[in-house]
């Protein structure tokens, strides 16, 4: 589960979207929403999905997981391969400014239910973070593990995937003066490299999935 949790984690537009809300007003009490709606959307539905996949044996009992999840796995790895051709071709050329999502812009005006609603739909409702939950679940799920090391390797996953909220909260609230800054650096370079941060990260993610889907399945 760690790649798709990883990949979760360095997802620039969450952690654009936090550091544009911890520097508006009311930015302590909707930043500490918005972490919050993020990490609890993250841990219901990897929960959901877990056990659904335990339920349906999504591993054969011999250190491998089941043939549906093998081919599942496969499916999810192409879809990352194209999720990253995606990002490539869809990337700001030289001297293009990428346009902010609309919200962004709505961003002062929010309170904290709007803000961790927000939250809540980007972590699952983006379809690139929800095919990366479910390929973690999955891996979970299809693992010999029994109910506590599960528990474990979910909570694990949920953990590091809300570092991109959490950290820049822990940040603001710590940093003092300097915060700002930090936080602002961090943005910008995030909003330069979106393009080039997930398609690197969906072709690796894609092609590790489907390495070991042909693997399990031959």
Same mark, same amino acid.
């Given at each position: 589960?760690?790649? #798709?949790?990883?990949? %979760?984690?360095? #997802?620039?537009?969450?952690?654009?979207?936090? %550091?544009?809300?911890?520097?508006?007003?009311?930015?302590? /009490?909707? *930043?500490?929403?918005?972490?919050?709606?993020?990490?609890?959307?993250?841990?219901? /539905?990897?929960?959901?999905?877990?056990?659904?996949?335990?339920?349906?044996?999504?591993?054969?009992?011999?250190?491998?997981?089941?043939?549906?999840?093998?081919?599942? @796995? =496969?499916?999810? *790895?192409?879809?990352?391969?194209? =999720?990253? &051709? @995606?990002?490539? /071709?869809?990337?700001?050329? +030289?001297?293009?400014?990428?346009?902010?999502?609309?919200?962004? @812009?709505?961003? +002062?005006?929010? /309170?904290?239910?709007?803000?961790?609603?927000? $939250?809540?739909?980007?972590? &699952?409702?983006?379809?690139?973070?929800?095919?990366?939950?479910?390929?973690?679940?999955?891996?979970?799920?299809?693992?010999?593990?029994?109910? *506590?090391? @599960?528990? &474990? !390797? !979910?909570?694990?996953?949920?953990? %590091?995937?809300?570092l991109c909220t959490?950290?820049? =909260?822990? &940040?603001?609230? #710590?940093? *003092?003066?300097?915060?700002?800054?930090?936080? +602002? $650096?961090?943005?910008?370079w995030m909003s330069?490299?979106? !393009?080039? %941060?997930?398609?690197v990260v969906l072709?690796?993610?894609?092609?590790?999935?489907?390495? +070991?889907?042909?693997?399990?399945?031959?």
């Open positions: 589960m760690l790649p #798709s949790a990883v990949g %979760i984690a360095i #997802s620039p537009l969450p952690l654009i979207a936090v %550091i544009l809300m911890l520097a508006t007003p009311n930015g302590r /009490t909707n *930043g500490i929403a918005f972490a919050a709606g993020w990490t609890a959307a993250l841990a219901l /539905t990897t929960a959901a999905l877990v056990l659904l996949g335990s339920g349906a044996d999504a591993s054969s009992g011999d250190d491998t997981p089941a043939t549906w999840a093998s081919w599942l @796995k =496969l499916a999810l *790895g192409l879809l990352f391969a194209l =999720l990253a &051709v @995606k990002q490539f /071709t869809g990337r700001p050329r +030289d001297g293009q400014e990428t346009q902010a999502p609309g919200w962004m @812009k709505a961003i +002062d005006q929010f /309170t904290p239910a709007k803000a961790a609603a927000l $939250s809540a739909a980007l972590a &699952v409702a983006n379809p690139k973070n929800l095919v990366l939950v479910v390929g973690g679940a999955l891996a979970i799920a299809g693992s010999t593990a029994g109910t *506590g090391g @599960k528990t &474990v !390797a !979910a909570v694990l996953m949920v953990l %590091i995937a809300s959490t950290v820049p =909260l822990a &940040v603001y609230l #710590s940093g *003092g003066q300097r915060a700002a800054t930090t936080l +602002d $650096s961090w943005k910008a330069a490299h979106n !393009a080039a %941060i997930m398609t072709a690796v993610l894609g092609a590790k999935y489907i390495g +070991d889907a042909i693997s399990a399945l031959t």
